[in-house]
């Protein structure tokens, strides 16, 4: 029997220290209310078509991460674009350049063009479902919160990089692209098996 392929939820490791914050992406003009940019389109799957550059300021300034997120939206370094193109994996991810605040290397926000349908609800700690008592119809019978999450393996296929349905604010990673990020020391990023 073929041992299975495990996943892991990469994330932001906030606590290294005089590591920088950055901060909501927005639209590099004048600072005007239609300058702020929808964060929530880059949890949605599919390639986007941005037509004005994105600037990220940081508050506090500090060290650079290869991998970090701003406003929960991933920003890496060209070393891991680099790293999913020696993989083969860049048509599991769109990179839109960004501009960063006293930076001048080019950045990029990374945007996972999978969603699969793949959250095993019964091995997760808790799942919490939308109610009608929620007030929310549009939501009604979706995700509300899930805690310790797991995933049914034989969900995914062969993805590497992808979000589960249902629960899109988490970015889901295959124990090989993991374990190279690893090896290849990106800063930043930490994984939590699910």
């Given at each position: 029997?073929?041992?299975?392929?495990?996943?892991?939820?990469?994330?932001?490791?906030?606590?290294?220290?005089?590591?920088?914050?950055?901060?909501?992406?927005?639209y590099n003009q004048g600072g005007g209310e239609d300058?702020?940019?929808?964060?929530w389109q880059f949890k949605e799957g599919r390639v986007?078509?941005?037509?004005?550059?994105?600037?990220?300021?940081?508050?506090?300034?500090?060290?650079?991460?290869?991998?970090?997120?701003?406003?929960?939206?991933?920003?890496?370094?060209?070393?891991?674009?680099?790293?999913?193109?020696?993989?083969?994996?860049?048509?599991?991810?769109?990179?839109?350049?960004?501009?960063?605040?006293?930076?001048?290397?080019?950045?990029?926000?990374?945007?996972?063009?999978?969603?699969?349908?793949?959250?095993?609800?019964?091995?997760?700690?808790?799942?919490?479902?939308?109610?009608?008592?929620?007030?929310?119809?549009?939501?009604?019978?979706?995700?509300?919160?899930?805690?310790?999450?797991?995933?049914?393996?034989e969900k995914i296929g062969d993805a590497h990089i992808?979000?589960?349905?249902?629960?899109?604010?988490?970015?889901?990673?295959?124990?090989?692209?993991?374990?190279?990020?690893?090896?290849?020391?990106?800063?930043?990023?930490?994984?939590?098996?699910?």
């Amino acid at each position: 029997m073929t041992e299975l392929m495990k996943y892991y939820e990469i994330y932001d490791d906030v606590y290294i220290p005089g590591r920088w914050h950055l901060r909501m992406p927005i639209y590099n003009q004048g600072g005007g209310e239609d300058d702020f940019f929808d964060i929530w389109q880059f949890k949605e799957g599919r390639v986007l078509d941005i037509e004005r550059p994105i600037r990220l300021s940081m508050k506090p300034a500090g060290i650079a991460l290869e991998f970090s997120h701003a406003m929960g939206t991933p920003v890496v370094h060209r070393r891991v674009v680099s790293l999913f193109e020696r993989l083969g994996l860049q048509k599991e991810v769109q990179f839109i350049p960004v501009e960063v605040e006293w930076q001048a290397e080019p950045w990029f926000i990374l945007n996972a063009l999978q969603v699969i349908r793949c959250i095993d609800d019964a091995r997760c700690d808790e799942v919490f479902y939308w109610q009608p008592e929620d007030g929310r119809p549009e939501k009604l019978g979706g995700y509300k919160n899930v805690r310790g999450l797991k995933v049914d393996v034989e969900k995914i296929g062969d993805a590497h990089i992808f979000r589960p349905w249902g629960w899109k604010v988490v970015l889901i990673v295959s124990e090989r692209l993991k374990q190279v990020m690893e090896s290849e020391g990106i800063t930043g990023a930490k994984f939590i098996e699910v």
